[in-house]
């Protein structure tokens, strides 16, 4: 079974521009959460989405949004880039809420912000 | 809310020698899971072990292995016969019983000394 799969892998902006991620889970899977991964502090929690909806939200301004396809993939998007938003994206999978279903992540996208 | 705290940035163990790397968390909730995930550096987070907080015994997973402390919300992670491939940062999560939103440490950065 294939794992989840982000693209791209790097991306550079500039200050100001927008950007969006791409996630596509693990077949089955219907939760996409992301993660902001940063030196300073560890992994962040943006948002998660289950069936097209989301269904939590971290504390993040709302220049992060995302969205959810019927095929379970999702998109994270960012406007108006900040040098602050250079950081490691993740995103991961599960099968159900709830339970103790892992998070299966994919490899991230690096964000770079110039 | 929920915090995750890592106390220790980095750590380093001998090969085939045992490492404890240690995990606290806050909590004012009596059902929850725990996990650790190990992240190398192709930066792949990838399960290590869970641990579901009604359950007394510690759970393990070849050379790999918990201490839960319920009463004290510690939830070390032992790593017996360390390989050279154990080498990476080292992440503890919480996650509630409902809801799919996870909370990390700061992780803990191993490595192992051929």
């Known amino acids: 079974k294939a794992g989840v799969t982000q693209t791209p892998r790097y991306l550079i902006k500039t200050r100001g521009q927008q950007v969006t991620l791409s996630c596509s889970p693990i077949?089955?899977?219907?939760?996409v959460s992301w993660y902001q991964q940063t030196p300073g502090q560890g992994l962040q929690f943006l948002f998660e989405?289950?069936?097209?909806?989301?269904?939590n939200k971290g504390n993040f301004p709302g220049r992060f949004s995302g969205r959810q396809f019927s095929n379970s993939r999702s998109e994270m998007n960012v406007s108006t880039l900040e040098l602050g938003d250079s950081a490691l994206y993740l995103c991961?999978?599960?099968?159900?809420?709830?339970?103790?279903?892992?998070?299966?992540f994919g490899n991230g996208t690096r964000l770079t912000v110039t | 809310a929920q915090t995750v705290t890592q106390s220790q940035p980095e750590m380093s163990v001998q090969e085939a020698e045992t490492v404890t790397l240690s995990c606290t968390y806050d909590?004012?909730?009596?059902?929850?899971?725990l996990f650790w995930y190990k992240q190398p550096p192709s930066r792949q987070m990838i399960l290590v072990i869970r641990?579901?907080?009604?359950?007394?015994q510690n759970a393990t997973e070849n050379r790999f292995s918990v201490n839960f402390q319920k009463a004290a919300k510690s939830f070390s992670l032992k790593i017996s016969d360390s390989q050279l491939g154990d080498a990476a940062m080292y992440f503890c999560?919480?996650?509630?019983?409902?809801?799919?939103?996870?909370?990390f440490g700061t992780g803990t950065s191993l490595t192992v000394i051929p």
């Open positions: 989405y289950f069936s097209e909806t989301q269904r």
């Open positions: 641990q579901e907080a009604y359950k007394q």
């Open positions: 999560a919480y996650r509630l019983y409902t809801g799919n939103q996870f909370y």
């Open positions: 909590t004012s909730e009596s059902d929850y899971y």
């Open positions: 077949s089955g899977h219907r939760s």
């Open positions: 991961a999978s599960s099968f159900a809420q709830g339970r103790n279903s892992p998070l299966h």
